[in-house]
């Protein structure tokens, strides 16, 4: 099944304590992209990957880091997490010049 | 900061209606326009993708875009209850830089 996969699902943390959220595709696609979704506020885009190890920011980057070392996996660390950082995140993914993206099922995170 | 506005809503239209969901966008040089829809507590779908001027009809649905205007919209024919969801808009800007911006969204509501 083509799906998009994040882990974890929910994440309470504390402020200061790092983390990575791990998304994961099996299309073969070369453009991933992380969002966060927040009331009033959308979707915004934090990272987006073309391929592997091609990066570059979003709107929103502040305080996130990205790595793309296999087409697959696309994980987003927050190396020190803060209460503004508290949202939904979503991974999502396509292929490079369609930009028709699946997205993952999700990631609230909550840091106190 | 390049935009994408819609009318938050809700907009409310009976059972067996054409819903009618508008899109602006500021940056005159994008060239890909995506529609979204989001049930509550779920992930974004993609419902339909429109790259050029005119309408693009796919079963119920129809997008339209006029790039003069910088107007994208989605006409829904013969709503049903299960398109009571939240519609994204969103778009791919100019500048060789492959940004996604997304409008706030605009939440349906089909009356039965």
């Known amino acids: 099944e083509a799906q998009v996969t994040q882990n974890p699902r929910y994440l309470i943390t504390v402020t200061g304590k790092k983390l990575t959220v791990t998304c994961s595709q099996n299309m073969n696609h070369e453009y991933m992209s992380w969002y966060r979704q927040d009331p009033g506020l959308g979707l915004r885009q934090i990272y987006y990957?073309?391929?592997?190890?091609?990066?570059d920011k979003g709107d929103v980057p502040e305080g996130y880091k990205v790595s793309r070392k296999e087409k697959r996996n696309f994980p987003l660390i927050l190396e020190s997490p803060s209460p503004n950082q508290t949202s939904l995140y979503f991974c999502?993914?396509?292929?490079?010049?369609?930009?028709?993206?699946?997205f993952g099922p999700g990631t609230r995170l909550t840091v106190t | 900061q390049k935009e994408v506005e819609q009318n938050s809503g809700p907009l409310s239209v009976p059972e067996g209606a054409i819903a009618s969901l508008n899109c602006t966008y500021s940056?005159?040089?994008?060239?890909?326009f995506f529609w979204y829809r989001q049930y509550s507590g779920k992930s974004p779908e993609l419902i339909m993708s429109?790259?050029?001027?005119g309408d693009k009809e796919d079963g119920r649905f129809t997008a339209q875009l006029n790039k003069a205007s910088q107007y994208v919209s989605l006409l829904i024919r013969d709503s049903q209850p299960s398109d009571s969801a939240t519609y994204l808009c969103a778009v791919i800007g100019s500048g060789g830089y492959q940004k996604v911006t997304f409008g706030i969204g605009t939440k349906l509501q089909v009356i039965p």
């Open positions: 990957s073309m391929n592997v190890e091609v990066t």
């Open positions: 429109i790259y050029s001027n």
């Open positions: 940056d005159r040089g994008s060239q890909s």
């Open positions: 999502a993914s396509s292929l490079f010049g369609s930009y028709e993206q699946y």
